[in-house]
């Protein structure tokens, strides 16, 4: 007889929904986690950076309130104050999942669980058995071979720089994604003169260049350097290489931020079979492995590496377990209609394909761009400010909605409705159709969809 229903080797996103979702069904569940529960979202990643984020637009929004008619003679900024509202903001939702697992009856051991068959994890001296093993095990930051980056105190992981005892005064950033953009954003507007390095053409590669090249240039004080590749970096100064020149870059802390990436080694997957990648390991479209009865959700899978994608794989994989003949009941991972954001300065968010994926697909489409200063709200809050922007994708024919991005405020809160639209195969005259509040930044995705041509 196993010793419980489910084992839940991770407890972040992924692997704690899982285990709520199992154990609210009558699921005995057992979840393993070698650190903290809550994952790197919760701990060293969404959550921790979100808080400072906060401190520091609240500190940029009286820096800058003259023009609205509010002066503050005096304004500075403590960062040991902004440290400690992270830190209260992360033991605080730790706790919550914490009460939430003891609550729904969940038994959580702490230390590194070792999958040694497709039902049997050991942790340390013990072993468990289950019917069914969820694999949630994350991922880790992605740590480019570049010289002088390893034992350098100079170069610090994300991780590393949410702690920094000081603000640095320069900021040197290896790579242009939503970390090293919202890293930026952060230090940018306390003073800190950042330097983003990018290899790629543009920042945030799965956007579409021209909305990722609004939001860059919208970034301020920010100095980005495109087709930069680093060959060294001594002490904290980085080598690198642009236009076949070799240029270096002062800094007095460099951030490494080329990614994340799955954690598939050391937990014991490969060593009984399981099939993997180095892009992570493999599952199909219901979270199912090529081992019965061994699932695998979150950032472990390498589909997509946000929280949110990981909350629902990991409900598809409970409600199988639970009910396996769910899956005729929708129980799917609809890969397209996964919404992200990018909580930089200025925000943006997006959900489904780009112009350029559409393209990689043969599917033609057409799209639109439509200011957001169209938005009574935008304008009352940002006046003519030409960098907020939504762009609307679809289908030339059929007129179904592909795809939808946004650069400006609210967007990360307003793209589930967007995302909805994807789930559901809206048209653009669905949209038209929709009824918006007003004055709303929303509206936006209306003014798009009026923009857009229809045969």
């Keep these: 007889m196993p010793d419980v229903d489910v084992i839940i080797l991770g407890g972040g996103p992924g692997g704690y929904i899982a285990a709520e979702r199992l154990s609210q069904a009558g699921k005995s569940v057992l979840v393993v ?74 038994r959580v051991v702490t230390g590194a669980g070792r999958l040694v068959s497709p039902d049997t994890v050991t942790v340390g001296d013990q072993t468990f058995r289950a019917s069914d ?60 003169e950042v330097t983003i390095l990018e290899m790629m053409d543009e920042v945030l590669p799965f956007m579409d260049q021209d909305m990722a090249a609004r939001l860059r240039s919208a970034l301020p004080d920010v100095a980005v350097t495109l087709g930069a590749r680093v060959l060294s970096v001594e002490g904290s100064t980085v080598v690198y290489v642009r236009d076949g020149v070799t240029e270096r870059l002062e800094a ?50 390498g589909r997509s590496l946000l929280a949110h994608a990981a909350y629902r794989m990991g409900e598809i994989a409970a409600a199988l377990i639970i009910d ?27 959900v489904g394909l780009t112009q350029a994926e559409c393209e990689r697909r043969g599917i033609e489409v057409t799209s639109v761009e439509a200011p957001l200063a169209l938005s009574g709200r935008y304008v009352a809050e940002h006046g003519l400010d ?46 038209r159709q929709l009824i918006f509040p007003h004055p709303t930044v929303s509206e936006g995705i209306r003014e798009a969809a009026w923009a857009m041509k229809t045969q």
């Design 133 to 192: 093993v969820i694999i949630a095990t994350g991922s880790v930051p992605a740590i480019p071979p570049i010289p002088g980056v390893a034992g350098n105190p100079a170069v610090v992981d994300s991780t590393g720089l949410l702690s920094v005892a000081q603000v640095p005064q320069r900021l040197a950033i290896i790579g242009g994604g939503v970390i090293g953009v919202e890293f930026a954003s952060i230090f940018s507007r306390l003073g800190t």
């Design 324 to 350: 396996p003949t769910s899956a005729a009941r929708g129980q799917v991972m609809r890969w397209d209609a996964i919404p992200w954001a990018v909580y930089a300065v200025p925000e943006a968010a997006g």
């Design 386 to 431: 030409r960098s907020g922007t939504v762009k609307l994708i679809a289908e030339t024919e059929s007129q179904v909605v592909r795809g939808l991005q946004i650069v400006g405020p609210y967007a990360p809160e307003t793209i589930w409705g967007a995302a909805l639209a994807i789930e559901m195969e809206v048209t653009v005259s669905d949209l």
């Design 252 to 301: 007095d802390l460099v951030l490494m931020a080329v990614g994340r990436k799955p954690l598939v080694d050391g937990w014991g997957g490969a060593e009984i079979g399981l099939e993997h990648t180095s892009k992570g390991v493999v599952v199909d479209d219901q979270m199912r492995t090529n081992l019965p009865h061994v699932w695998a959700v979150g950032d472990v899978t």
């Design 33 to 106: 986690e070698k650190e903290s529960l809550g994952g790197t979202c919760l701990n060293v990643g969404c959550i921790p950076t979100k808080a400072l984020l906060h401190c520091v637009k609240e500190f940029d929004q009286i820096a800058h309130a003259a023009r609205f008619g509010v002066r503050a003679d005096t304004i500075a900024y403590d960062w040991s104050a902004m440290q400690a509202w992270k830190d209260k903001t992360v033991a605080t939702l730790v706790g919550g999942v914490t009460g939430m697992l003891k609550r729904a009856g969940v």
